[in-house]
């Protein structure tokens, strides 16, 4: 991951986005950050009903009513959106307002309107570009004062989900494992798994949904995703967005946000590694309490899942040496195979998971594991010693999976250094090595069209099991 932190001063302001595809005519329930917050689908009306449980708007607060992408989704065309509202006294003052706005410089989508006193509708009309911008964001919010809603109805013309015949990826292959080095399937024949990574789920959980899976699976051919969960985010300004410096609070908004995007993954068929990323923290050792909390967790949910991959330690650094590593993975990779003794367990590697010399020189002595390695092609003048290191990886059968791979430097990602990063996946496709190309940042990353991108995009279709 980039090495360089300060770029990450990035605070939030959306919160967990939860909901859910249900079958025709059935209720779809997911908990929501706020009370409990439930979705009913009637296809023949056409309207999704979001029941808020009671949400009350104040001025001073942005995402209790948070209307979440997935249910504007379902719609083709231009949307209504009308919520049932009763005021109150929640302040001295005797405003009460209603609006709908898709962030907080963005107040565009309903302007704010006084409402009068007692039980009420009131309805936006959304157009199909201002319903394109709330999939984007992954979110529109009603906000408002001194008004408590009930419930919000959404309506307009609901397409269809047809159902694939073809198998999925996962039910094909199976449970994944490590044979001579290699990764195979269930079968035991080789494979080579290819994705796209999600941004760090507690930073934009507006990724991790389902209609995001499909498209890296329909668009770049991609067969496994990565999950990332942040372990510390202090230096960010923003504790409360990673799993160790964050609240318990903060902790079960991860989570939840985590077992959707985990259902999400299955449900589309594709492979998901739930990655604890080790960055700031440096030394896997230092938050090893929350990674035993987090992975007895993650284990013992999602023991039975053939989908799910481990990605233990991201990206060790400084001062962290591969006997730190080994210590904590004497812990932690026990604990997982005490749960889920079969799955596929990655390891990353020290100096930001650039060193493969030192498993080759002291391997772990545990099945179903391979060792992370991570390459950024740009600027980077150890790139020919890279390459050499490969070579010596796969000569000493050392299995290997990069979930990381980009064309920029660790540090400038506005800039992409064609030449190198076609030399190097070449020799990605050489040893058949799975890789995530990191990443993606925001859903219009999706359109971007430049030479990079687009490079990396048809690299990964070219040779894609779709």
Same mark, same amino acid.
């Given at each position: $991951?980039?090495?360089?932190?300060?770029?990450?001063?990035?605070?939030?302001?959306?919160?967990?986005?939860?909901?859910?595809?249900?079958? /025709? !005519?059935?209720?779809?329930?997911?908990?929501?950050? /706020?009370?409990?917050?439930?979705?009913?689908?009637?296809?023949?009306?056409?309207?999704?009903?979001?029941?808020?449980?009671?949400?009350?708007?104040?001025?001073?607060?942005?995402?209790?009513?948070?209307?979440?992408? #997935?249910?504007?989704?379902?719609? +083709?065309?231009?949307?209504?959106?009308?919520?049932?509202?009763?005021?109150?006294?929640?302040?001295?003052?005797?405003?009460?307002?209603?609006?709908?706005?898709?962030?907080?410089?963005? !107040?565009?989508?309903?302007?704010?309107?006084?409402?009068?006193?007692?039980?009420?509708?009131?309805?936006?009309?959304?157009?199909?570009?201002?319903?394109?911008?709330?999939?984007?964001?992954?979110?529109?919010?009603?906000?408002?004062?001194?008004?408590?809603?009930?419930?919000?109805?959404?309506?307009?013309?609901?397409? =269809?989900?047809? #159902?694939?015949?073809?198998?999925?990826?996962?039910?094909?292959?199976?449970?994944?494992?490590?044979?001579?080095?290699?990764?195979?399937?269930?079968?035991?024949?080789?494979?080579?798994? !290819?994705?796209?990574?999600?941004?760090?789920?507690?930073?934009?959980?507006?990724?991790?949904?389902? +209609?995001?899976?499909?498209? &890296?699976?329909?668009?770049?051919?991609?067969?496994?995703?990565?999950?990332?969960?942040?372990?510390?985010?202090?230096?960010?300004?923003?504790?409360?967005?990673?799993?160790?410096?964050?609240?318990?609070?903060?902790?079960?908004?991860?989570?939840?946000?985590?077992?959707?995007? &985990?259902?999400? @993954?299955?449900?589309?068929?594709?492979?998901?590694?739930? =990655?604890?990323?080790?960055?700031?923290?440096?030394?896997?050792?230092?938050?090893?309490?929350?990674?035993?909390?987090?992975?007895?967790?993650?284990?013992?949910?999602?023991?039975?899942?053939?989908?799910?991959?481990?990605?233990?330690?991201?990206?060790?650094?400084?001062?962290?040496?591969?006997?730190?590593?080994? =210590?904590?993975?004497?812990?932690?990779?026990?604990?997982?195979?005490?749960?889920?003794?079969?799955?596929?367990?990655?390891?990353?590697?020290?100096?930001?998971?650039?060193?493969?010399? @030192?498993?080759?020189?002291?391997?772990?002595?545990?099945?179903?594991? $391979?060792?992370?390695?991570?390459?950024?092609?740009?600027?980077?003048?150890?790139?020919?010693?890279?390459? %050499?290191?490969?070579? !010596?990886?796969?000569?000493?059968?050392?299995?290997?999976? $990069?979930? %990381?791979?980009?064309?920029?430097?660790?540090?400038?990602?506005?800039?992409?250094?064609?030449?190198?990063?076609?030399?190097?996946?070449?020799?990605?496709?050489?040893?058949?090595?799975?890789?995530?190309?990191?990443?993606?940042? /925001?859903?219009?990353?999706?359109?971007?069209?430049?030479?990079?991108?687009?490079? $990396?995009? #048809?690299?990964?279709?070219?040779?894609?099991?779709?």
């Amino acid at each position: $991951m980039r090495r360089v932190f300060t770029i990450f001063l990035i605070i939030s302001l959306m919160l967990t986005a939860c909901g859910g595809k249900g079958d /025709k !005519k059935a209720a779809s329930i997911d908990a929501a950050k /706020k009370g409990d917050q439930t979705s009913e689908v009637d296809d023949d009306a056409g309207k999704v009903t979001i029941d808020l449980g009671g949400v009350q708007l104040r001025w001073d607060n942005l995402g209790d009513a948070e209307l979440n992408a #997935e249910e504007f989704e379902r719609f +083709s065309g231009a949307v209504v959106v009308t919520a049932y509202y009763e005021t109150n006294d929640f302040t001295e003052d005797s405003a009460h307002e209603i609006g709908l706005r898709l962030n907080w410089d963005d !107040k565009s989508f309903g302007k704010i309107q006084k409402v009068e006193e007692g039980k009420d509708t009131i309805s936006f009309d959304l157009s199909e570009e201002q319903k394109q911008k709330v999939i984007e964001e992954g979110v529109v919010y009603l906000y408002g004062h001194n008004v408590v809603v009930e419930k919000v109805e959404i309506t307009g013309d609901i397409v =269809e989900e047809t #159902e694939s015949s073809e198998p999925l990826f996962t039910d094909e292959n199976g449970v994944l494992r490590v044979s001579d080095g290699k990764l195979v399937n269930e079968a035991g024949n080789p494979i080579q798994l !290819k994705g796209l990574a999600n941004f760090y789920l507690s930073v934009e959980p507006k990724l991790a949904r389902k +209609s995001v899976f499909k498209r &890296m699976k329909d668009e770049w051919g991609a067969n496994v995703l990565r999950l990332p969960v942040n372990v510390d985010t202090s230096s960010w300004g923003a504790p409360e967005e990673g799993y160790a410096s964050g609240s318990d609070e903060d902790r079960a908004r991860i989570t939840a946000t985590l077992d959707k995007a &985990m259902a999400d @993954a299955r449900e589309v068929g594709m492979y998901a590694i739930v =990655e604890w990323v080790v960055l700031e923290e440096m030394n896997p050792l230092a938050e090893i309490d929350y990674a035993k909390q987090f992975f007895e967790y993650v284990s013992s949910t999602y023991k039975d899942d053939k989908h799910i991959i481990y990605e233990i330690c991201n990206e060790p650094n400084g001062d962290a040496t591969w006997e730190d590593v080994k =210590e904590y993975c004497s812990v932690i990779i026990p604990l997982i195979r005490n749960n889920d003794p079969d799955s596929l367990i990655l390891v990353g590697t020290p100096d930001f998971s650039a060193d493969l010399y @030192a498993p080759m020189n002291d391997p772990l002595e545990y099945d179903n594991i $391979m060792y992370v390695f991570h390459e950024y092609t740009g600027h980077n003048s150890k790139f020919q010693q890279e390459i %050499e290191q490969i070579d !010596k990886a796969m000569e000493a059968g050392l299995p290997v999976f $990069m979930t %990381e791979v980009a064309g920029t430097d660790a540090e400038q990602e506005d800039y992409y250094d064609m030449d190198t990063i076609q030399q190097w996946m070449p020799i990605v496709e050489k040893y058949n090595i799975s890789y995530i190309v990191w990443k993606l940042w /925001k859903y219009s990353d999706f359109d971007r069209d430049d030479e990079y991108w687009n490079y $990396m995009r #048809e690299n990964m279709k070219n040779d894609s099991p779709y």
